[in-house]
């Protein structure tokens, strides 16, 4: 495979068929001289982490309408952050973003290192988001390397090794491929590939302006790479989550800063552990003393445990709980917000 004709191919197409992002300088733009800005690459890159193109894309545009430089950002308070980043999930982004954004206000002036290892050094910027960054905003030869890179480095070079192994592999051969010319398109240019071509099922093989030079095509299944290893069966947790309403309000409190879903808004719930709560135990810790009655449950899957909720509903008030009229659950975590509406849709 010769490395600057596969470029070519591929950054030929990419000039044609380039996907229209509000975070992208699209490639004629940037061909004329056109930046990007390194404040909407930066959040672009940080909200599509584990989050799709569709689904990040309504929270990108409410973001920057509300904070359109990242010193609007900085100066934000935490818990309107977090509220407008309900839906996202994985909220220690969401932590580690302010993080970032106050860092770059304070020690940088505003203004973003235009070097991966400038940009490595601000709080919650990774490998990856530096690398991206720092290829799409400034146009540093970077070796970026996400998801959908990954399967087409497996796929061009019908790599047998299973991920999570195979990272190591695929990351040395995309580097094998980065060059001083168009780094940011080129990066650009494999996560389009790998998005709208190169899917994880039912890849377009006969779209794709490198398909003759793809080793696992030509091995005929080409939706068999990456190679995965078996999955390991998730832990299962169960919990109660309480449904406290004072007329038109529900309770809420405030999850804890650190550990999982810190510093959101969400219903009061039991701890979650391996055995199911009985009706005394979850009486016990439930917010209020109250006439509390079962409404369901719901299933939830976060990354490292599945969770079962239970939920219990009663009318009452309460202190020590923050009361929100329940036309603004929007803003809970998805977990919660699936167990409110389950429990408020229930009460008939």
């Given at each position: 495979?010769?490395?600057?004709t596969?470029?070519?191919?591929?950054?030929?197409?990419?000039?044609?068929?380039?996907?229209?992002l509000?975070?992208r300088?699209?490639?004629a733009?940037h061909?004329?001289g056109?930046?990007?800005?390194?404040?909407?690459?930066?959040?672009?890159?940080?909200?599509?982490?584990?989050?799709t193109v569709?689904?990040?894309?309504?929270?990108?545009?409410?973001f920057?309408?509300?904070?359109?430089?990242?010193?609007?950002?900085?100066?934000?308070?935490d818990?309107?952050?977090?509220?407008a980043?309900?839906?996202?999930?994985?909220y220690?982004?969401?932590?580690?973003?302010?993080?970032?954004?106050?860092?770059?206000?304070?020690?940088?002036?505003g203004?973003?290192?235009?070097?991966?290892?400038?940009?490595?050094?601000?709080?919650?910027?990774?490998p990856?988001?530096?690398?991206?960054?720092?290829?799409?905003?400034?146009?540093?030869p970077?070796?970026?390397?996400?998801?959908?890179?990954?399967?087409?480095?497996a796929?061009?070079?019908?790599v047998?090794?299973?991920?999570?192994?195979?990272?190591?592999?695929?990351?040395?051969?995309?580097?094998g491929?980065?060059?001083?010319?168009?780094?940011?398109?080129?990066a650009?240019?494999?996560?389009?590939?790998?998005a709208?071509?190169?899917?994880?099922?039912?890849p377009?093989c006969d779209?794709?302006?490198?398909?003759e030079r793809?080793?696992?095509?030509?091995?005929?299944?080409?939706?068999?790479?990456?190679?995965?290893?078996?999955?390991?069966?998730?832990?299962h947790?169960?919990?109660?989550?309480?449904?406290?309403?004072?007329g038109?309000q529900?309770a809420?409190?405030?999850r804890p800063?650190?550990?999982?879903?810190?510093?959101?808004?969400?219903?009061?719930?039991?701890?979650?552990?391996?055995?199911?709560?009985?009706?005394?135990?979850?009486?016990?810790?439930?917010?209020?003393?109250?006439a509390?009655?079962?409404?369901g449950?719901?299933?939830?899957?976060?990354?490292?445990?599945?969770?079962?909720?239970?939920?219990?509903?009663?009318e009452?008030?309460?202190?020590?709980?923050?009361?929100?009229?329940?036309?603004?659950?929007?803003a809970?975590?998805?977990v919660?917000?699936?167990?409110?509406?389950?429990?408020?849709a229930?009460?008939?």
């Amino acid at each position: 495979m010769n490395p600057d004709t596969l470029r070519a191919q591929l950054l030929a197409w990419y000039d044609a068929s380039a996907r229209d992002l509000p975070w992208r300088v699209g490639p004629a733009d940037h061909a004329a001289g056109v930046r990007p800005d390194p404040y909407r690459v930066w959040l672009s890159e940080v909200m599509l982490q584990q989050t799709t193109v569709p689904h990040a894309t309504p929270y990108f545009l409410k973001f920057t309408a509300r904070w359109p430089t990242v010193a609007d950002l900085a100066g934000e308070a935490d818990g309107e952050v977090m509220a407008a980043w309900a839906g996202l999930g994985y909220y220690a982004r969401a932590r580690n973003l302010l993080k970032c954004a106050r860092a770059v206000a304070s020690e940088h002036g505003g203004v973003f290192p235009d070097t991966e290892e400038g940009l490595r050094g601000l709080p919650g910027l990774g490998p990856y988001t530096a690398a991206a960054v720092g290829a799409i905003a400034f146009d540093r030869p970077a070796n970026v390397v996400d998801g959908n890179v990954e399967r087409v480095m497996a796929r061009l070079f019908a790599v047998e090794t299973p991920l999570p192994d195979a990272k190591p592999e695929l990351k040395r051969l995309a580097a094998g491929l980065v060059r001083d010319h168009r780094p940011g398109d080129w990066a650009q240019a494999l996560m389009d590939l790998g998005a709208t071509v190169c899917r994880p099922k039912a890849p377009l093989c006969d779209r794709c302006p490198v398909s003759e030079r793809c080793a696992a095509l030509a091995s005929g299944a080409p939706e068999t790479y990456p190679r995965k290893t078996a999955k390991v069966a998730l832990p299962h947790r169960h919990g109660v989550a309480y449904i406290l309403t004072r007329g038109d309000q529900i309770a809420l409190v405030r999850r804890p800063p650190k550990g999982l879903l810190g510093g959101m808004l969400a219903l009061p719930t039991s701890d979650w552990r391996a055995t199911r709560w009985s009706d005394e135990e979850a009486a016990d810790a439930a917010p209020a003393p109250a006439a509390w009655r079962g409404v369901g449950e719901v299933e939830h899957g976060f990354t490292h445990f599945t969770l079962t909720l239970r939920l219990l509903r009663a009318e009452a008030d309460a202190a020590d709980v923050i009361w929100s009229p329940r036309r603004d659950l929007d803003a809970l975590p998805s977990v919660f917000l699936k167990a409110a509406r389950a429990g408020l849709a229930n009460l008939l």
